[in-house]
């Protein structure tokens, strides 16, 4: 078949003539038809062309945004389990706030009644002081009692030493009667029996001053020693007393150190529950955008998946596209064989 739209012998006034000339005609009319279809295929051409080259513009930024909108929508789930996370280590802090707070507050509990055991036994430490000091009064007193003790067995030896002198002076007087009365024969016997029960009595008073002499002596060695540990005991109370005194000062120390403990750790309980419920309200709030971030996260996934789906029919309208610029090319080539 030839691609040449033209017909000859018109002039014939037969049938045959009556053809050609319808022919022509319809020739002509197909001249017109092609000659629109070529512009028209041409338009059309460019247009699928340029629609083509939107399309995989388009299926390239579809492309795009999917890929976007899944890293976005992982993001979200990311955060989704960041909040969650969040969310759990909040509680975990409210918890332990709250528990810090009780422990506190039982501390300072326990440091009220160590503050009230601590004053008793300062109470306690101010009578022994007290106690300390009466002993100490008492035992020097018994230090004076014992040395006017020494002195007056001091005293008590000089008097046990004048009866032995007396009774010395009494057997030498009574020894010179009974040299007189027998001087003095029958006359002098009487006084020299007088005179020797004198002796016996001075020899007797001399041997008891000399047991008391040695008595004394003993007690008064024992005074001294009493005395001396009374002294020594005297002193040993003074740096009791002294001691307990530095324990009484050193316990009101801790008194006022348990009493400031206390007040501080009560101020520490007060802020560990004002902590307690500023975060007990940013757990809720932490709570209420976890809930927002699984929203966002779900609408991410939805949006992710439309947009994938909204991506693969732009890839399909570009392919579709390209499939068409095909067609109409192979039309075009086909129109431009008719002249």
């Known amino acids: 078949m030839s691609d040449e739209l033209s017909v000859k012998d018109t002039r014939r006034t037969d049938e045959v003539g009556s053809i050609a000339r319808s022919l022509q005609e319809m020739t002509g009319q197909l001249r017109t038809i092609v000659s629109g279809i070529r512009s028209t295929a041409s338009v059309t051409a460019e247009s699928a062309e340029e629609l083509s080259a939107n ?3 388009a299926a390239s930024g579809a492309d795009q ?10 993001g979200a789930d990311s955060q989704r389990e960041g909040m969650k996370r969040g969310a759990e280590v909040t509680i975990q802090i409210r918890d332990g706030i709250w528990t ?6 039982s501390v300072a509990a326990v440091a009220e009644q160590a503050t009230k055991h601590a004053q008793d036994g300062n109470e306690t430490v101010k009578q022994a002081v007290e106690q300390m000091g009466t002993i100490a009064r008492t035992v020097e007193s018994s230090v004076r009692d014992a040395r006017e003790l020494h002195e007056k067995s001091k005293s008590i030896r000089g008097m046990a030493d004048a009866i032995a002198g007396i009774a010395y002076k009494t057997n030498l007087l009574a020894l010179n009667a009974s040299i007189e009365a027998s001087r003095a024969g029958e006359q002098g016997k009487g006084f020299a029996v007088v005179a020797g029960e004198v002796r016996k009595l001075a020899l007797q008073s001399n041997e008891t001053a000399a047991v008391i002499s040695s008595k004394v002596e003993e007690i008064r060695a024992v005074i001294e020693a009493v005395a001396k540990r009374i002294e020594e005991g005297f002193v ?3 740096s009791g007393t002294e001691l307990v005194r530095q324990a009484g000062g050193t316990f009101q120390d801790i008194v006022g150190g348990i009493a400031d403990m206390e007040a501080e750790l009560r101020e520490i309980a007060s802020a560990g529950q004002e902590i307690g419920a500023r975060i007990e309200e940013l757990a809720a709030l932490v709570e209420e955008t976890e809930a927002i971030s699984e929203a966002s996260a779900d609408r991410s996934q939805e949006a992710a998946g439309i947009a994938e789906f909204q991506s693969n029919s732009v890839r399909g309208v570009a392919d579709a ?4 610029t095909q067609r109409i090319a192979e039309l075009e080539r086909a129109v431009n064989r008719f002249r």
Not at 65 to 74: N, T, Y
Not at 100 to 105: L, N
Not at 321 to 324: A, D, H, I, N
Request: charged letters at 25%; proline letters at 0%.
């Open 65 to 74: 945004i999917a890929d976007s909108m899944r890293e976005l929508a992982a």
């Open 236 to 238: 040993e109370v003074q």
């Open 321 to 324: 596209m390209g499939s068409l």
């Open 100 to 105: 810090i707070g009780d422990r506190t507050t």
């Open 55 to 57: 399309s995989e513009q």
